[in-house]
């Protein structure tokens, strides 16, 4: 009886040693059979053979793996995140799981599900596995960046450029953090590095652009946005960029020219549009077209009320709907408009010596048609016409009282389709010189013959 249990135990022995045996050998070669289907891109046939191991052995790493690779292969991120968190669990690195390339596509996964702790996690593993892999430092400083940590992130894309001085993505993402902290010449540096290194990088050519544009040298800006237009993700910004440089430089028609491709090319009611058109309403206003920088305005307005100053623009421009000699003061030419101001000169009783055009308006000298004494010395008056919508402010009254006595003018008159700041009001009021605002130019123009 004895000699019976002996042999019936060591039948059962013999038979797990021999299960575990076949598993051994047949195992690998399920799993390099699965490792060759996925290279041949036979993910269908993958998931349903690692499913089926799973099944048999819940445990079992290299089918988890396998099967996560696979749902990635397929776009199925979130199935690939939840077998890749598996592996991780059962922490059996033997097999076909190759531990760095592991941590890495868990660590992207993580990130792309906004698992930013976890994704640190394993980036920091690697770099304990890998100290002098400069990737690793980028990806870790990248995460610092996305949790507004730029203090940290600078210093891990610093180390990532000291460990590969031609890691044009650190490069970049460390001159964009130095932009937005205003360290504009380190931020120069490291985005020129960056564009000789990869000389399609159009994000550093944009930010390149607006560096230059910051620093005046708007010739260099419009060559950097340039190459940075030719990116599809990076042409609306770059046009407007462009337009903001044709502005500075005063060539206002090639920078409508700029900005009405990019309000054509922006998505509507996006910021890029809004700016865009923006942009040629200040444009249109300073070439006295009023009427389209209403239009632009308007566009604006609709979309986004509290957008800057619109609603203030178009308060101020609100008479062209309504007056059309307002209109006409604020849209004619420079040669009509100063003939409009001898017209008004003519209506206050003056007679008009001499008229010019100065910044955002009309000069004019007049002196008075007749006196209460024929002999007395007609008294000249300096009065200037300004058609800009801002409030007029101390500073323009100063600067006409200024003229006045350069002229050895003892009198003067501001005229305006806007209204003066209390500031203005309060410093003419001891001073010999008027102030009309919109209200009176109203008045006035009603005097003459448009």
């Given at each position: 009886m004895g000699l019976i249990i002996a042999v019936i135990i060591l039948g059962i022995v013999i038979a797990v040693a021999a299960f575990f045996l076949i598993r051994s050998i047949?195992?690998?070669?399920?799993?390099?059979?699965?490792?060759?289907?996925l290279k041949q891109g036979k993910t269908q046939a993958v998931i349903k053979a690692a499913r089926q191991m799973i099944a048999k052995d819940a445990r079992n790493a290299d089918a988890h793996y396998l099967l996560g690779l696979a749902y990635d292969a397929e776009h199925?991120?979130?199935?690939?995140?939840?077998?890749?968190?598996?592996v991780n669990q059962i922490g059996n690195f033997e097999g076909v799981v190759p531990e760095l390339p592991f941590r890495k596509k868990i660590a992207e996964l993580y990130a792309k599900f906004n698992q930013p702790e976890e994704a640190l996690k394993e980036y920091l593993i690697l770099l304990k596995r890998e100290p002098n892999n400069a990737d690793h430092y980028a990806d870790v400083g990248r995460i610092f960046e996305e949790r507004n940590r730029t203090d940290k992130a600078a210093q891990y894309y610093k180390k990532a450029t000291?460990?590969?001085p031609r890691n044009a993505s650190a490069r970049t993402r460390l001159g964009l953090l130095l932009y937005r902290a205003k360290r504009s010449v380190e931020a120069r540096a490291?985005?020129?590095a960056a564009v000789r290194l990869q000389p399609d990088n159009y994000e550093a050519?944009?930010?390149?652009?607006?560096?230059?544009?910051?620093?005046?040298d708007c010739i260099a800006a419009m060559s950097a946005l340039e190459k940075a237009s030719r990116d599809p993700g990076y042409k609306v910004k770059a046009l407007i960029e462009r337009g903001g440089c044709q502005i500075s430089m005063g060539h206002l028609d090639r920078a409508i020219t700029e900005l009405e491709r990019a309000a054509k090319l922006a998505?509507?009611?996006?910021s890029e549009s809004l700016h865009a058109h923006y942009f040629l309403a200040h444009c249109h206003e300073q070439l006295r077209h009023i009427e389209q920088a209403v239009t632009e305005w308007e566009y604006v307005f609709t979309r986004k009320p509290n957008f800057r100053d619109v609603a203030e623009k178009l308060s101020k421009y609100q008479e062209l709907r309504t007056d059309d000699r307002v209109k006409d003061y604020l849209t004619v030419g420079q040669d009509h408009f100063i003939e409009l101001c001898r017209r008004m000169a003519d209506a206050l009783g003056l007679t008009v010596r001499d008229a010019r055009s100065i910044d955002g308006g009309a000069e004019v000298i007049a002196v008075e048609n007749t006196?209460?004494?024929?002999?007395?010395r007609a008294m000249p008056k300096l009065i200037r016409f300004l058609r800009i919508a801002e409030i007029i402010d101390e500073s323009t009254v100063r600067s006409t009282l200024e003229e006045m006595k350069n002229?050895?003018?003892?009198?003067?008159m501001v005229v305006t389709s806007s209204t003066f700041s209390r500031l203005a009001q309060d410093y003419a009021e001891s001073r010999p010189i008027e102030l009309h605002g919109k209200d009176a130019l109203q008045a006035l123009l009603r005097k003459i013959e448009m």
């Amino acid at each position: 009886m004895g000699l019976i249990i002996a042999v019936i135990i060591l039948g059962i022995v013999i038979a797990v040693a021999a299960f575990f045996l076949i598993r051994s050998i047949v195992t690998p070669r399920r799993v390099g059979a699965l490792q060759s289907l996925l290279k041949q891109g036979k993910t269908q046939a993958v998931i349903k053979a690692a499913r089926q191991m799973i099944a048999k052995d819940a445990r079992n790493a290299d089918a988890h793996y396998l099967l996560g690779l696979a749902y990635d292969a397929e776009h199925k991120q979130e199935l690939a995140l939840m077998e890749l968190q598996t592996v991780n669990q059962i922490g059996n690195f033997e097999g076909v799981v190759p531990e760095l390339p592991f941590r890495k596509k868990i660590a992207e996964l993580y990130a792309k599900f906004n698992q930013p702790e976890e994704a640190l996690k394993e980036y920091l593993i690697l770099l304990k596995r890998e100290p002098n892999n400069a990737d690793h430092y980028a990806d870790v400083g990248r995460i610092f960046e996305e949790r507004n940590r730029t203090d940290k992130a600078a210093q891990y894309y610093k180390k990532a450029t000291e460990l590969d001085p031609r890691n044009a993505s650190a490069r970049t993402r460390l001159g964009l953090l130095l932009y937005r902290a205003k360290r504009s010449v380190e931020a120069r540096a490291e985005l020129d590095a960056a564009v000789r290194l990869q000389p399609d990088n159009y994000e550093a050519w944009y930010y390149i652009g607006k560096l230059l544009k910051d620093a005046k040298d708007c010739i260099a800006a419009m060559s950097a946005l340039e190459k940075a237009s030719r990116d599809p993700g990076y042409k609306v910004k770059a046009l407007i960029e462009r337009g903001g440089c044709q502005i500075s430089m005063g060539h206002l028609d090639r920078a409508i020219t700029e900005l009405e491709r990019a309000a054509k090319l922006a998505d509507d009611g996006t910021s890029e549009s809004l700016h865009a058109h923006y942009f040629l309403a200040h444009c249109h206003e300073q070439l006295r077209h009023i009427e389209q920088a209403v239009t632009e305005w308007e566009y604006v307005f609709t979309r986004k009320p509290n957008f800057r100053d619109v609603a203030e623009k178009l308060s101020k421009y609100q008479e062209l709907r309504t007056d059309d000699r307002v209109k006409d003061y604020l849209t004619v030419g420079q040669d009509h408009f100063i003939e409009l101001c001898r017209r008004m000169a003519d209506a206050l009783g003056l007679t008009v010596r001499d008229a010019r055009s100065i910044d955002g308006g009309a000069e004019v000298i007049a002196v008075e048609n007749t006196s209460k004494w024929r002999n007395a010395r007609a008294m000249p008056k300096l009065i200037r016409f300004l058609r800009i919508a801002e409030i007029i402010d101390e500073s323009t009254v100063r600067s006409t009282l200024e003229e006045m006595k350069n002229q050895s003018i003892t009198r003067g008159m501001v005229v305006t389709s806007s209204t003066f700041s209390r500031l203005a009001q309060d410093y003419a009021e001891s001073r010999p010189i008027e102030l009309h605002g919109k209200d009176a130019l109203q008045a006035l123009l009603r005097k003459i013959e448009m």
